[in-house]
């Protein structure tokens, strides 16, 4: 692999290998990577967006409701945004390939912004339409298509080859703190400030964002690719580029066996209501919900154990088979807390795919690349889960929601070991 590509002036810290850390410094996230002043920007601007977007997802939908009182109208919202973030997460991959990332993020993280502004100009002014929300929301998940493929390419151009599966834990552990804090503190603030209040927050909180992005230096494209057409030639010339090497096809194979298969959250309510309802439906039903995040924060902030590993080929496969076998164990699990624990261990396992399978992305693949690779990433995180929720749930349907559970579960397991049976280009592929 060629890692010249990954060079950046503004890096101040040599790229050579660290010595091995000691005692619990073995353990702890590997924070390599916060030492490149580019990168700590970036990273730093995330953690805003993090929390900042929970609240926003979770203010929306309570004001739908308010509105409509009917949890269709939710779910119609929850499509309002898929289907812009998905278009424009392909065609924003694309972009990313030909323009300045920098002048992409700025741009983008705007519109974001910009977007949190409409929401609380709406919300003060009593306006209670909902058409104007689900059209807002499609106009700020277009924004997020657009921006996330540049951010997470950008993030080879920052740090050195090594530490791209350590940055990777280090964004992956605030998104998924975001997750866990975000719905939390939108909850308490709601009661006390109320919707528009929490809307101006998050708008105001990216402000900091878009500061953080005008600091980072400039991401023009490299070899002289600048100015090409971002059009439907270059989307397919990225699925091309996939089809063609099998370590990226298998990676994102990978999570889509994880989540499809084995994403059980569809049935947590009727698990909760059914085979938890002993210690509380409404506690179940949090715990089972906080299970995954909680145990991918854990395996974040535990990631010095695994970050710096070689064989990332390896350790997807690992993490895959581990999440199967974990979400198996959920299912067998007539206990909460013991459905907690296996919940959390799947988390874990989640955690370690990501960053694997980040760092494949990034390093296996061209710079002139890496904005389509992360557009399709982008899609295939936030269409995975969705697709499992159908499959589960009309599973869970018809052979009731343990059996679901299991079945998906153990299917992640024979499938991933297929694969990677099969087709060794992942299991060589080491950085």
Not at 29 to 49: E, F, G, K, Q
Not at 126 to 150: H, R
Not at 319 to 339: I, M, R
Not at 372 to 380: A, H, K, N, Y
Request: charged share 10%; aromatic share 8%.
């Amino acid at each position: 692999m060629d890692t010249s590509e990954t060079g950046n002036t503004d890096i101040d810290v040599p790229a050579a290998e660290a010595p091995p850390r000691r005692g619990w410094r073995h353990w702890a996230m590997d924070t390599r990577p916060l030492r490149v002043p580019a990168y700590r920007r970036l990273w730093s601007s995330t953690i805003v967006t993090a929390v900042g977007s929970q609240l926003t997802a979770v203010a929306v939908p309570k004001q739908i409701y308010d509105i409509t009182h009917s949890s269709a109208w939710v779910g119609y919202a929850s499509l309002a945004g898929l289907v812009p973030m998905v278009a424009f997460a392909l065609w924003g991959g694309a972009v990313a390939d030909t323009v300045d990332r920098r002048k992409l993020l700025l741009v983008t993280n705007t519109g974001i912004a910009v977007t949190s502004l409409l929401f609380w100009a709406q919300a003060v002014t009593g306006l209670d339409s909902v058409v104007v929300l689900m059209v807002l929301l499609a106009l700020q998940q277009a924004f997020f298509g657009l921006n996330a493929p540049a951010r997470n390419a950008s993030i080879a151009r920052l740090v050195p080859a090594e530490q791209l599966a350590a940055a990777n834990a280090l964004g992956s552990t605030v998104t998924q703190t975001g997750l866990v804090a975000g719905p939390l503190l939108a909850g308490a603030l709601i009661p006390v400030i109320g919707l528009p209040e929490l809307y101006l927050a998050d708008a105001v909180a990216l402000c900091a964002t878009v500061w953080a992005v005008f600091r980072l230096p400039a991401l023009p494209p490299l070899g002289g690719t600048s100015g090409r057409r971002a059009g439907l030639r270059a989307i397919a010339a990225g699925f091309r580029y996939i089809a063609g090497h099998k370590v990226l096809l298998l990676s994102f194979l990978a999570d889509i066996v994880a989540m499809v298969f084995g994403m059980p959250r569809a049935l947590f309510p009727q698990l909760a209501a059914e085979t938890y309802d002993s210690w509380g439906e409404g506690l179940a039903l949090g715990v089972l919900f906080a299970g995954i995040p909680v145990g991918a924060v854990l395996g974040g902030l535990f990631s010095g154990v695994f970050s710096r590993a070689r064989r990332h080929g390896w350790m997807v496969i690992g993490a895959v088979v581990g999440w199967g076998v974990a979400v198996t164990g959920f299912a067998l699990s007539g206990n909460l807390w013991l459905a907690l624990a296996f919940l959390a261990a799947a988390g874990v396992a989640d955690m370690v795919s990501m960053v694997f399978r980040g760092a494949i992305l990034l390093s296996a693949a061209t710079d002139e690349m890496r904005g389509r690779m992360q557009g399709v990433f982008t899609v295939v995180v936030a269409g995975g889960p969705r697709l499992a929720d159908v499959l589960h749930g009309t599973a869970g349907s018809a052979f009731g929601p343990r059996a679901a559970v299991a079945g998906g579960g153990a299917l992640v397991v024979v499938v991933m070991l297929t694969l990677a049976l099969s087709v060794p280009a992942l299991r060589r592929y080491r950085i």
